[in-house]
């Protein structure tokens, strides 16, 4: 790759050659060996259960990629048991030789971006550089863990010497881990939300057992492959597979575990916060849940970048990202001139195969996504205005697919309940207000907090940022209105009901959150 190029989700527009060439070659080498089943990997070993399920590609349902295991509450508790025996050796080991098998799995994740992109490409429906963003990703999320462990010296601190006279009396803090740890991921970003937790939670020194979405198995099971070829010994990390109502819920439920991250929507997360506290003792729980994101456009904004911001960020994986622009309040003098623009973007992506070079948007996940947004599309077109899109393609290419087009929406009125509640599809509404306070009061107004959008002078800028009330926000970015996070430049994580920790993964502070602190005071 050319050496100036570092691919994250605000370079992604421009790639160098080379990279479609690797991705093409990669997902041929894919398409040849699709179908295939893949087991478990419990202990180290591939595991197979009684009942199977397919991944199809939500593109094609015909295409079968590949048939995943149906793990049961004994695939659950005998995962668990292996993290568990696992815990001592791994926890007890030099944290220098810990980080160095971790780097070993970053190495893997390179060594294979291109078919776990390709793989992710047709498992996820995202465009190719989205799916190629999120294998970087989990690199880069692996490797600042590590970066953090070592600029920590391990996270041992001398403190102060109690002021004895007669003794010598020192103390140390020292962060150990916390055991065994569950990592249950959401589909739509389904190598760097596994990777990134899990890799945490190994630096520091726990042993995981993580469980994919249904709609995500394969890609995740390459992932899993990168940690076992990299070497982690037999049981430090197990791979499970199956419903989350039923499996995910006996990992929940399980008091061999001594920390939880969740990735996924609000109301499966506050689910699990609750299950997870009916334990003897209050056990971490990192969640990190949905949004409904909001951008404010003032009257000085430059509607060029303005425009191309809130398209991607809406539309880029077919607005199933937590980040995604839903609700956009655009001050009155340049309501029309903005919209105009946004429409005429709008109605140039191209939706197809996301496998496609030139193809933006792909299928949404699945056939109850598929639903929604005609459920959704039916509800909005008695309440507010389509300005693009508002239906679902169904001929020719589009026919074995969940496609459904970019849509905007005016006119909703403010009290309408989608201005609060989390579609996750391609659909952003769109509202005219007088002024930015009335806007920053909407912006406000909804139980999520989790990215923020912002075009105007740089003043308004910072009057943004003392006001939003948001975990990852920005202002006149025409990569991404709300979304393109990256490990290390915006470390991501939200406020109110989009997270519970209230410190950013990819962040200064997010490894510790892995970590319990205990207190060596030694008197000679
Ligand atoms: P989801 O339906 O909440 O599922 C997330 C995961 O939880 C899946 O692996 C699911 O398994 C599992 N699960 C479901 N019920 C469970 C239970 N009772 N016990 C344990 N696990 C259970 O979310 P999704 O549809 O995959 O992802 C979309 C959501 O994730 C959106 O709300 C989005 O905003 C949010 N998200 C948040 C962030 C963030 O960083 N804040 C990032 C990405 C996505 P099954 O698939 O088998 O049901
Ligand atoms: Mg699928």
Not at 246 to 258: C, F, I, K, Y
Not at 372 to 394: C, I, M, P, R, Y
Request: proline share 5%.
């Amino acid at each position: 790759m050319a050496e100036t190029f570092k691919l994250t989700y605000a370079t992604m527009f421009n790639p160098p050659e080379e990279l479609h060439e690797r991705f093409d070659e990669a997902l041929e080498a894919v398409k040849a060996r699709l179908g295939q089943e893949y087991g478990m990997i419990i202990n180290g070993e591939d595991v197979f259960a009684a009942e199977k399920f397919e991944s199809r590609s939500p593109a094609n349902t015909d295409v079968v990629l590949g048939v995943f295991q149906k793990g049961t509450a004994e695939d659950a508790e005998r995962a668990l048991k292996a993290a568990r025996a696992a815990f001592p050796m791994w926890s007890k080991m030099k944290w220098q030789d810990r980080v160095a098998l971790m780097r070993k799995a970053i190495e893997q994740i390179e060594k294979r971006i291109f078919e776990i992109g390709a793989v992710m490409a047709m498992e996820v429906g995202k465009n190719r550089m989205e799916a190629l963003g999120d294998v970087a990703e989990t690199a880069d999320l692996i490797r600042y863990s590590c970066d953090m462990m070592e600029k920590n010296d391990g996270y041992v601190v001398e403190m102060g010497r109690d002021p004895l006279v007669g003794f010598k009396s020192t103390n140390y803090s020292v962060l150990k881990p916390y055991g065994v740890w569950l990592v249950v991921s959401p589909f739509n970003f389904p190598s760097a939300l596994t990777g990134g937790p899990a890799g945490a939670a190994l630096v520091a020194g726990n042993t995981i057992v993580m469980k994919p979405a249904t709609d995500t198995p394969f890609t995740v099971r390459l992932l899993a492959e990168c940690f076992r070829d990299a070497g982690l010994p037999e049981g430090v990390f197990n791979f499970i597979t199956g419903p989350g109502s039923t499996l995910g819920q006996a990992l929940v439920d399980s008091p061999l575990v001594d920390g939880i991250t969740f990735t996924g929507s609000y109301d499966v997360g506050m689910k699990i916060f609750r299950d997870f506290a009916r334990g003897p003792y209050v056990r971490p729980t990192i969640l990190e849940l949905g949004g409904k994101n909001p951008t404010i456009v003032s009257r000085n904004a430059d509607l060029e970048k303005a425009a191309i911001g809130i398209m991607r960020s809406a539309f880029g994986l077919q607005g199933q990202k937590c980040s995604a622009a839903s609700r956009v309040y655009i001050e009155e003098p340049v309501y029309d001139e903005l919209t105009e623009r946004l429409v005429d973007l709008t109605n140039k992506i191209k939706i197809g195969d996301p496998t496609d070079r030139s193809v933006y948007m792909g299928p949404v996940i699945n056939q109850k996504a598929y639903q929604d947004f005609k459920n959704f599309t039916e509800e909005l077109s008695q309440a507010g205005t389509f300005l693009t899109g508002g239906k679902v393609l169904t001929d020719g290419e589009y026919a074995r697919g969940y496609f459904c087009t970019p849509t905007l929406v005016a006119d909703l009125p403010l009290d309408h309940r989608l201005w609060k509640y989390e579609m996750f599809l391609p659909i952003t509404t769109l509202a005219r207000v007088p002024n930015l306070d009335r806007a920053m009061e909407e912006a406000n107004n909804v139980n999520y907090g989790l990215t923020a959008g912002f075009y105007g002078t740089k003043e308004e800028a910072k009057w943004f940022f003392d006001n939003i009330q948001a975990g990852v926000t920005y202002a006149n970015r025409p990569q991404g209105a709300t979304t393109g996070a990256w490990p290390g430049f915006q470390p991501f994580g939200g406020w109110k009901g989009s997270g519970s920790t209230g410190k950013n993964g990819g962040g200064l502070y997010y490894l510790p959150l892995y970590m319990h602190e205990q207190i060596h005071n030694l008197v000679e």
